[in-house]
Nanobody, 120 residues
Framework: VQLQACGGGLVQPGGSLRLSCAASGNIFSLNTMGWYRQAPGKQRELAAT???????EYADSVKGRFTISRDNAKYMIMLQMNSLKSEDTAVYYC???????????????WGQGTQVTVSS
């Protein structure tokens, strides 16, 4: 399973960005998908996740500003980020738990990351 993320960039404080991540390859089933982020000098942290049935979870720092959504038919997740702050600057990684066949183990897969920079 491969994950391809896109949509990062440079935005001013208060602005918006939309990230997308598409899974491809030998996919039998995907479970929870999500976005994690890692700022310079900090550990990677959860930003938002969404289950296959649409249940979402957000970090307290992004609640009310970020919205995660999912298209199960296209194996895609999106992250709409509004009211961006300088502290949102980080590399954003998409992640999924999936399996390649009915008998295969559930494994974690990570995308390559996309840079989000919030600066004036």
């Amino acid at each position: 399973v491969q994950l391809q993320a896109c949509g990062g960039g440079l935005v001013q404080p208060g602005g918006s960005l939309r990230l997308s991540c598409a899974a491809s390859g030998n996919i039998f089933s995907l479970n929870t998908m999500g976005w994690y982020r890692q700022a310079p000098g900090k550990q990677r942290e959860l930003a938002a996740t969404i289950t296959s049935s649409g249940v979402t979870e957000y970090a307290d720092s992004v609640k009310g500003r970020f919205t995660i959504s999912r298209d199960n038919a296209k194996y895609m997740i999106m992250l709409q980020m509004n009211s961006l702050k300088s502290e949102d600057t980080a590399v954003y990684y998409c992640k999924t738990t999936g399996r390649t066949s009915r008998d295969a183990a559930w494994l974690n897969y990570w995308g390559q990351g996309t840079q989000v920079t919030v600066s004036s």
